[in-house]
């Protein structure tokens, strides 16, 4: 069965996909990362910032309907129905 996310972007990233909001159909047994590597797949140029050689980037933040998510658990987070997930990179300046 396929459930609507909704995915905010910020900073480089909205940058990288030209919008700050968008919405992708994914399949309700996918994972967070899976729906990540899904976004990535869709935005190729988004990957830089989002995985490094061999895994997420530990500087970004995850978060579903305003709950924080833990990198280490991306792998067991699943979504539900226009649930929507914000990929936030670290907040610059000084």
Known sequence: ??????????AMIREAV?????ELNVKSTDSLLD???KF?????STKQF???DTSI???????VNGN???NDMLNDQFITENDE??????????
């Open 57 to 63: 980037n530990r500087n970004l933040v995850f978060a």
């Open 1 to 10: 069965m396929l459930v609507k996310v909704i995915i905010r972007s910020f």
């Open 40 to 44: 990535c797949h869709q935005f190729p």
């Open 18 to 22: 030209g919008q700050a909001r968008i």
């Open 85 to 94: 997930l914000a990929i936030v990179p670290p907040a610059g300046g000084g």
């Open 35 to 37: 729906i990540v590597t």
């Open 50 to 52: 989002i995985f490094t």
């Open 68 to 70: 924080e998510v833990s």
